[in-house]
T-cell receptor, first 110, second 112 residues
């Protein structure tokens, strides 16, 4: 099993602050996806990164895939209460199969 | 579009009882998946179906069986429920090479 470790496990910040969530592994992944999950709901895909060194921006969210395709980060600028949720990274391990990290719970207070 | 639907949303079982969780998708996806989510452990793959007519074990298949009834439907069966199977179960589907998955709302199962 290719393990994905996410850090921190929990992050509580004030509205307007920035935050970064990390996703690390000793294994190479063909792709890396980030999902956000709200209480009582299923995860929702935010982004997929494929190329080593790739950076994608989604409004205030910036995703980066490490050069060696073993790690990724998610940076949120000027966080808002609507960004509260469980952020999950998932690595592509074989055709169609994903290995999920345990998640980072983010709480943004007004 | 409904996307991925799951029934039931909540279920309480006694140890030894059986039940089937239903999942359907209307996105014409080839691949479907069953996961369980436990606190601090992320999503763990139970079984998956790469295409209609095929099923394969995932990371934690013991105590479960699946049926890919047709392209739309993928069911998960617990033959003899155990307290260790208390969890939230998610069904997902995927139709793309990179494996982006679309999840249902989940079934919260408690086994007493």
């Amino acid at each position: 099993t290719q393990l994905l470790e996410q850090s921190p496990q929990f992050l509580s910040i004030q509205e307007g602050e920035n935050l970064t969530v990390y996703c690390n592994s000793s294994s190479v992944f063909s792709s890396l996806q980030w999902y956000r999950q709200e209480p009582g709901e299923g995860p929702v895909l935010l982004v997929t990164v494929v190329t080593g060194g790739e950076v994608k921006k989604l409004k205030r969210l910036t995703f980066q895939f490490g050069d060696a395709r073993k790690d990724s980060s998610l940076h949120i600028t000027a966080a808002q209460p609507g960004d509260t949720g469980l952020y999950l990274c998932a690595g592509g391990v074989s055709w169609g199969k994903l290995q999920f990290g345990a998640g980072t719970q983010v709480v943004v207070t007004p | 579009n409904a996307g991925v639907t799951q029934t039931p949303k909540f279920q309480v079982l006694k140890t030894g009882q059986s039940m089937t969780l239903q999942c359907a998708q209307d996105m014409n996806h080839n691949s479907m998946y069953w996961y369980r989510q436990d606190p601090g452990m992320g999503l763990r793959l139970i079984y998956y179906s790469a295409s209609e007519g095929t099923t394969d074990k995932g990371e934690v298949p013991n105590g479960y069986n699946v049926s890919r009834l047709n392209k739309r439907e993928f069911s998960l069966r617990l033959e003899s429920a155990a307290p260790s199977q208390t969890s939230v179960y998610f069904c997902a589907s995927s139709g793309q090479m990179l494996g982006e998955q679309y999840f249902g709302p989940g079934t919260r199962l408690t086994v007493t």
